[in-house]
């Protein structure tokens, strides 16, 4: 996996953990979001980094 591939996943880890730990609901609701987003991103970060990475025009 490539680094922002790493930083996306730790984030989702991060956010996820914060929003399960927060007893607020504005607060659960923006950790989240921001989990969703952040594993989003980790999605389009590893589907990107496979096409580049096994892309045979590129070779």
């Known amino acids: 996996m490539s680094k922002s591939a790493w930083l996306f996943l730790?984030?989702?880890?991060f956010a996820a953990v914060a929003g399960l730990s927060t007893d607020?609901?504005?607060g659960?609701?923006?950790a989240?979001?921001?989990?969703?987003?952040?594993?989003?991103l980790l999605l389009i970060t590893l589907?990107?980094?496979r096409r580049i990475k096994f892309?045979?025009?590129l070779r």
Request: proline fraction near 4%.
């Open 10 to 13: 730790s984030l989702t880890i």
């Open 47 to 49: 589907i990107v980094g």
């Open 55 to 57: 892309d045979p025009i």
């Open 24 to 26: 607020s609901a504005d």
């Open 32 to 40: 989240f979001v921001a989990a969703g987003l952040s594993s989003s």
């Open 28 to 30: 659960q609701t923006t």
